[in-house]
């Protein structure tokens, strides 16, 4: 019991994308493949899949055009109401390679940021567009939302510290109610934050919302592992009674209370790091404030181009 709450105590600690976190971590090395590889579409790179289920593929994106699909991705451009400088505008810096698309960093006199893609959008980034008490903008019609099933991406991770990739879930509401089942959750499939400086991923749940009620116990980080030419897969199947993580064919982690129950988007990102840093301010979250922190040193250092590049992403439903 002591263990427990210790390791509970230890993870409250964790806040969204902090490089200083407490993690439950665990190894993968000598862990066998328990997913199952299977080719789905001619001429593209096979899922690997949780196994003893059929599943039906309902969404994707190969990546495959000269041009990003905008009918599939939009551009997260803002953070809590206000323009934020660490995110590209515009699809600037993606990069389609005709098999794969690159979101590049990259550096703007002594500014960094990078393309931040999305499939929906959370409520509270939408910046205000009206007179009135209202503080945020019009919703933003989502281009993808979808609830439970197996999310799955293929991807490079960028060779650089300093900034960071992520394939995440995330609802218009989340922490919006009291019960997160609701209102939705934070389901980081990946984030490689702790890559440069521990050899680590990172994966879990979060909700509540963002402020003193948020709730990120439950992360967890393990080895870094690519196959030889540099790909990783990283996938979790969401079902009405919890969530499993998966990396490069093994099972990397467990969560299952509390489930969401409302449709989300997904979320491709990287962003520079520092800009977060509130540095005596409160990192420009407060009406009107335009003060957010400086770029991470280690941006500075960084030999470009870098990008994360990914190859697909891909949405299943179970087939009962």
């Not at 593929?57 to 990003?68: A, M, P, R, S, T």
């Not at 470009?304 to 439903?317: C, K, M, N, Q, S």
């Amino acid at each position: 019991m002591k263990t427990s709450i210790f390791c509970i105590f230890l993870a409250n600690l964790f806040f969204c994308l902090s490089s200083d976190a407490a993690f439950v971590v665990t190894s993968v090395k000598d862990r066998p493949i328990v997913q199952v590889e299977t080719k789905i579409l001619k001429d593209e790179a096979p899922s690997f899949l949780p196994p003893g289920k059929k599943w039906k593929l309902v969404w994707h994106d190969e990546f495959n055009g000269k041009e990003i699909d905008k009918t599939k991705w939009m551009c997260r451009e803002s953070f809590w109401g206000q323009d934020f400088p660490a995110f590209a505008h515009n699809f600037e810096g993606v990069e389609m390679t005709g098999k794969t698309v690159r979101l590049h960093l990259l550096r703007k006199g002594d500014d960094f940021c990078s393309p931040h893609l999305q499939t929906g959008s959370l409520t509270y980034d939408i910046p205000k567009d009206s007179k009135g008490f209202w503080p945020f903008g019009k919703y933003r019609k989502p281009l993808f939302m979808h609830k439970y099933g197996y999310y799955e991406i293929r991807c490079k991770q960028p060779k650089n510290p300093g900034w960071h990739s992520a394939f995440w879930l995330q609802a218009p509401g989340v922490g919006s109610t009291p019960n997160p089942s609701e209102c939705g959750i934070e389901t980081d499939v990946m984030e490689n934050y702790r890559q440069h400086s521990h050899g680590q991923i990172v994966g879990g749940n979060g909700w509540n919302g963002y402020g003193k009620d948020s709730k990120w116990y439950g992360h967890f980080a393990w080895e870094y592992e690519t196959a030889p030419d540099g790909w990783c897969y990283y996938g979790v199947e969401w079902t009405p009674n919890g969530y499993t993580f998966y990396a490069n064919g093994k099972k990397v982690g467990e969560q299952n209370s509390p489930v969401s129950h409302v449709s989300q988007f997904i979320l491709v990102s990287t962003e520079p790091r520092g800009y977060r840093n509130t540095q005596g301010n409160d990192g420009g979250l407060s009406a009107g404030s335009r003060k957010w922190g400086r770029p991470d040193p280690q941006l500075f250092k960084a030999v470009l181009p870098d990008y994360f590049e990914v190859d697909f992403v891909r949405v299943y439903d179970e087939v009962k």
